[in-house]
């Protein structure tokens, strides 16, 4: 049995508080460069230093994580003691990150994902660095193989922009700045402000007022998600070794994920606008409680899907049609982005003689909201699910601007099938689609009698 | 396997919702006055009695090919499949009420959900129990 203690850095969540108390006011004297202030802060709080530093010690004395040839236990807790432990086969997937701060300390964090939800779905420990490693070889062995992808070159450009999330990036970077001038007390919020109304201006030039303001904004969010996927994706490779697949790659923060190939539950394909533009879609793979959603797996080429198969045997591109779009309701797939649309001309309209400032912004939102419905259009000949001969479920929805192509590989699956009474007497529903994950993939204006058919492999 | 709900499982809903509604009539009355608070009280009642009946007409549980499949509702029909296979644990849950009327709770769990069935007579749930466990043990 392998018997490690945890890395200190575990317990900062413990004494944070207590250590914002005494670090913050030492700091904010720093950053004016007030070495008097900073001395006074630092022996007034000397006290609760010691004192959360003991109590870190204490806390870290008495952590042990331990793994044996069926399970893997975790003991923590100072005054009321607990230990967890999980079954190993149980496990998922394996994911050891290194972000900059850990990787000073020595440390790392690992994380172990479960095949079901229920009753947990991830657990995180932080351990030093080479026991991080160990447990994961451990938990999931996996020998060094050639990569079986390795954008380079003008395939990691591509690799890049695909995986650059503007909305995760966007909210991420708002909250940041929002903690950072909370703690820090320097008004970062107005200087990025100032900043961005600077570029606002320059782009004024060109473009009217409104819409200037949200170009700018929103060239500095995607600016900032493609330099987020440039160091999420230095170094990126994915190989696989038998059952296991290993993906590395990151500058800032280092990960290695493992994920069992038999614990995948699907992949999916998205097939975003950038991604119709580019000729390649990112894939997204799930595997009990790993969602995979920070980072693709793999980029695939259009027209060559089946490169996938290379890491996932079973995928395959759907056999058959997937739904009957003659039975389909339009309203249930252009009501909502149609609403939208509408709703923007005739507030363009009116703003052409009520407030004609705001009419080009207006105008832009309507142009970008044609494109919800020029998606809704194809899902309404494409959206459906089928069962491959391979036993593997196929299923194709859209939101918003993107198409997603989603592979089933496991039968833990629950189908539910919702109609009126209207629909019920068109022969018609709506089916859910649940996964272990804890993801619903819903499918609209499908047969009943053909969704009524789909069985599950016994 | 096919089992329906009895009248009584019906009558459980019903009256449950009658207590929903008692309480939510007296919250109002305690707020604003006697007269709202009836009102609120009985057309809660009326509402929800109607709901519930009619939810429950073509409320059907069955147990066909490995799938465990729940037909229910009735504004919106919704029909549930899961693979038996699949089902990690069932619980049975009763009431003084519920035994009064010989009528219960069944859950079933799976990887991705729970389903939770509700006024199914006592014998029936015993049986899709006994059923869904000596699946569980055959696997």
Redesign the interface.
């Known amino acids: 049995m392998n018997t490690v203690r945890l890395h200190p850095l575990h317990f900062t969540k413990f004494i944070r508080y207590g250590f914002v108390l005494c670090v913050f006011p030492v700091l904010r004297a720093l950053l004016v460069f007030d070495i008097a202030a900073a001395w006074t802060a630092f022996t007034q709080s000397a006290l609760i230093l010691i004192a959360v530093t003991i109590l870190a010690w204490l806390l870290w004395n008495h952590s042990e994580i331990s793994l044996d040839d069926t399970c893997f236990s975790a003991m923590y807790g100072l005054i009321i003691h607990r230990t967890d432990t999980f079954a190993r086969d149980r496990i998922s997937a394996v994911v050891v990150s290194r972000p900059i701060s850990y990787r000073l300390l020595g440390a790392a964090r690992l994380t172990l994902y479960f095949?079901?939800?229920?009753p947990l779905a991830s657990i995180s420990f932080t351990l030093p660095r080479a026991q991080a490693e160990r447990f994961a070889c451990e938990l999931l062995p996996a020998v060094q193989k050639p990569s079986v992808f390795e954008p380079a070159g003008f395939d990691r450009f591509l690799f890049v922009m695909l995986s650059a999330n503007v909305i995760a990036t966007s909210i991420l970077s708002v909250m940041t700045a929002y903690r950072v001038t909370k703690m820090l007390g320097q008004d970062f919020e107005t200087a990025a402000i100032t900043g961005l109304s600077q570029a606002a201006e320059l782009f004024s030039a060109w473009l009217p007022a409104g819409v200037s303001a949200l170009v700018t904004l929103v060239v500095f969010f995607a600016l900032l998600s493609v330099l987020r996927g440039l160091f999420s994706t230095t170094g990126f490779t994915v190989s696989r070794s038998g059952g296991i697949l290993v993906c590395r790659g990151g500058l800032l923060t280092k990960t290695e994920r493992r994920i069992a190939v038999s614990a995948i539950n699907a992949s999916t394909l998205h097939i975003t606008p950038w991604a119709r533009i580019l000729r390649r879609y990112p894939v997204y793979i799930t595997a009990g409680g790993f969602r995979g959603h920070e980072l693709p797996l793999i980029a695939v080429k259009k027209g060559d899907e089946k490169f996938l198969t290379r890491i996932l045997p079973e995928f395959c591109l759907p056999e058959k049609k997937m739904c009957n779009p003659r039975r389909k309701n339009w309203v249930a797939y252009f009501g909502k982005p149609g609403g939208v649309a509408g709703a923007l001309i005739v507030l363009w309209l009116v703003s052409r003689y009520a407030l004609p400032a705001l009419s080009s912004l207006l105008a832009l939102l309507f142009f970008i909201s044609l494109g919800p419905v020029i998606i809704a259009a194809e899902a309404f000949f494409r959206e459906g699910i089928c069962k491959n001969t391979n036993r593997t479920f196929s299923l194709s929805y859209s939101r918003f601007f993107t198409r997603y192509l989603v592979s089933l590989y496991t039968?833990?699956?629950?189908?539910?099938?919702?109609?009126?009474?209207l629909a019920?007497a068109e022969g018609r529903c709506d089916l859910k689609v649940?996964?272990?994950?804890?993801i619903t993939y819903r499918l609209r204006g499908l047969e009943y009698s053909e969704a009524?058919r789909?069985?599950?492999n016994? | 396997m096919k089992c329906y709900l009895p009248v009584s499982g019906t009558l459980l809903a019903v009256l449950w919702s009658a207590g929903f509604s008692a309480v939510v009539g007296i919250a109002v009355w305690l707020l604003v006055s006697v007269f709202w608070g009836l009102i609120a009280g009985f057309g809660l009642f009326a509402l929800l009695a109607v709901v519930c009946t009619l939810h429950r007409i073509g409320y059907c549980v069955e147990v066909r090919d490995y799938e465990l499949i729940l037909n229910r509702g009735f504004f919106m029909l919704s029909v549930q499949k899961f693979p038996l296979r699949f089902v990690t644990g069932t619980s049975r849950i009763t009431t003084p009420l519920s035994r009064l009327l010989g009528v219960g709770i069944i859950t079933v769990s799976t990887s991705g959900r729970i389903a939770v069935l509700i006024g199914l007579s006592l014998r029936d749930i015993a049986q899709l129990r006994s059923f869904l466990i000596e699946r569980e043990d055959g696997l």
């Open positions: 095949k079901s939800e229920k039968n833990d699956l629950s189908f539910e099938l919702k109609m009126h009474a019920a649940r996964t272990p994950s804890h009524k789909l069985k599950f016994i």
